[in-house]
């Protein structure tokens, strides 16, 4: 899921706002990527990779000039494919810089600065930070009210360090040739530029009759910009002021859809917004649907709308916990949804209906959905340790064991369902992927002292465990169905799961075991067919296995497109015997059962 915090938006905001004289000035090596050849002759082809942007000479410490880097180390920010859209021969995708180091530093508050062999996360001792804070002071008029209410700059910068402005690109298929895009955004105007670089990421992207779409969280909500597919030209950027998170959007009879969230990280509730411009005027919105949390994901299935949703504290005070949700028929009336059918919207499962805990329940996410030979598919989240510091919140450990225990106990893996006959009141769902128990706490046991047990999740998986048996898959991040073949790939935290804070991780290994390295990488799998459990395609991050994450897919045909997440920032180098970090473009051939050549550690993977 990869939530960052929203909580305080017109603080992280004006925060960026302090520091984009330095990044717009950024040395053009910044934007450099490389293309590069098969990576194997029958598996995924890397068809482009994200180049060290930065130099790196130690925590708090200047940053050198370069790359090429006389001083120092070589850094890439760049790290995760966070948008991802296909228009005929072109993949348009959008970055997230250090998204790893963004999420602990807010939502788990891991602002601590931390250096490994993998990656460096400064947060306040970043030169951003450092500078984020100096600047907050001199903003003047240009902040207005925002200034008011910074509140602790030196808590917001500590948070943001490592985030850098994103980038935009397209890569296209018929001449091999990727294009950086960024410079036509912030050479367009000061505004377009202003806009770009107050945006946390490129988190969702999409693409329907001529105009592609590409956005993310920004200064004053969601930034938007918008290109001519067919000529690649760039029509200009917005911000809708009244949401704060976006993540996909979907092509659905005729029509392309968002899914957003209301307000600062969607915690006011989630909208379902309709596309009504044109490349004239590239963006025009109707809501047509209202739901009580904000929306992850959302497919078309059987003639409706279906969405997944993140948990949220929704329109009033009450927390509202991640469900699935239909739509009213598109068929209704005019073609598509319309603004009448806003309040039509019912949820159709959610999360309490399969975990036992309730202090659990309330963290789990819902990811990626497809529809597939009649079913729809759709799968959980899990951010690491984030049930483990609700539960020891809402009930504080009264010792180191206990605290043990509740990292062993709150920590969950990627469940895979599907259900059918929605129109029948209520849907036939099964367990693909699960477990049939899972640890619950009763505060009440022991006199009041609090015990766990295993208590029954109403299921039993009908095809195997949670994680597809890795128990180190926590997040079903996306799903396509190409050549006949329904896919779905994870993220696995094995790798990382070594730098967990050290107080947590034997409560981690309690709970999971130690990771075997042979497993690194995220995971795709695929099912051939309703009627049969999925196959590995790939368990090691198709060729690298520092891509921890599949965080995107788009299918053309046969063919699919993958935006891969990988955070290893400080592994540039390409004379050693690991693979380097950064996001990876890569294209995999779906022909039926194929199975991709084993990744096999070496220079160039």
Excluded at 209 to 232: E, K, M, R, T
Excluded at 320 to 325: D, R, Y
């Amino acid at each position: 899921m990869h939530r960052i915090r929203f909580f305080a938006r017109s603080l992280l905001p004006a925060a960026i706002l302090a520091a984009i004289p330095v990044f717009v000035a950024a040395p053009a090596a910044s934007g450099a990527i490389t293309a590069q050849a098969a990576r194997t002759a029958s598996g995924p082809e890397l068809l482009a990779k994200a180049a060290p942007d930065e130099c790196f000479a130690g925590i708090g410490q200047p940053y050198p000039s370069g790359p090429p880097c006389q001083e120092g180390q070589a850094k890439v920010n760049q790290s995760y494919i966070w948008g991802l859209a296909q228009s005929g021969d072109r993949v348009w995708f959008g970055t997230g810089a250090n998204v790893q180091c963004l999420t602990l530093g807010t939502s788990l508050a891991q602002t601590t600065p931390t250096q490994n062999d993998d990656y460096v996360c400064e947060y306040g001792s970043s030169q951003l930070g450092n500078q984020l804070t100096q600047k907050i002071g001199g903003l003047g008029g240009r902040l207005g009210n925002l200034k008011d209410s910074l509140g602790s700059a030196g808590n917001l910068a500590a948070g943001l360090g490592d985030w850098r402005a994103p980038k935009v690109y397209v890569y296209q298929t018929s001449t091999k040739k990727l294009t950086d895009k960024t410079a036509d955004i912030n050479n367009a105007s000061s505004n377009d530029s202003l806009r770009l670089n107050t945006t946390v990421g490129m988190r969702a992207a999409g693409t329907y009759n001529g105009v592609v779409l590409l956005g993310g969280p920004g200064l004053l909500g969601i930034n938007l910009f918008a290109f001519d597919s067919n000529s690649g030209k760039y029509l200009g950027s917005t911000s809708l002021n009244t949401y704060g998170n976006i993540r996909h959007f979907v092509v659905a009879d005729g029509a392309l859809y968002a899914g957003v969230g209301i307000g600062p990280e969607g915690q006011g509730g989630g909208a379902v917004l309709r596309w009504t411009g044109n490349k004239s005027n590239p963006f025009k919105f109707t809501a047509v649907g209202y739901l009580p949390s904000q929306v992850a994901d959302l497919v078309v299935h059987q003639g409706r709308l279906f969405v997944t949703t993140w948990p949220s504290a929704g329109g009033s005070t009450k927390a509202t916990a991640a469900g699935l949700w239909m739509s009213a028929p598109l068929a209704n009336g005019q073609p598509g949804l319309t603004k009448d059918d806003a309040g039509s919207w019912r949820q159709v499962w959610g999360v309490s209906q399969y975990e036992p805990d309730p202090v659990v329940a309330k963290t789990y996410g819902l990811g990626s959905l497809a529809s597939y030979g009649g079913y729809l598919y759709w799968g959980t989240m899990h951010v690491p340790l984030q049930a483990t510091a609700a539960m020891v919140k809402q009930y504080p450990p009264a010792n180191d064991q206990a605290g043990g225990l509740a990292v062993k106990n709150t920590q969950r893996t990627v469940s895979i369902f599907r259900a059918a006959n929605f129109d029948k009141g209520r849907p036939t769902v099964d367990l693909l992927y699960g477990a049939a128990q899972l640890p619950a706490y009763d505060p009440k046991a022991n006199n009041g002292a609090g015990a766990w047990h295993l208590a029954s999740t109403g299921y039993k998986p009908k095809w195997g465990s949670a994680g597809f048996g890795n128990v180190y898959n926590n997040y079903t991040w996306s799903m396509v169905v190409a050549g006949g073949s329904l896919y779905v790939g994870t993220m696995d935290w094995g790798q990382i799961s070594q730098y967990s804070p050290a107080k947590a991780l034997p409560g981690v290994r309690a709970a999971f075991g130690t990771p075997d390295p042979k497993t690194y990488g995220a995971d795709l799998w695929a099912f051939d067919s309703p009627q049969s459990p999925a196959r590995p395609v790939n368990t090691t991050g198709l060729g690298n296995y520092f891509n921890y994450g599949v965080r995107n897919m788009v299918a053309d045909g046969s063919t699919i497109y993958l935006g891969m997440a990988n955070p290893m920032n400080l592994r540039t180098d390409k004379g050693d015997n690991v693979p380097e970090g950064g996001w990876e473009l890569i294209r995999l051939r779906a022909t039926g059962n194929n199975r991709p050549a084993a990744y096999r550690p070496g220079r160039g993977n």
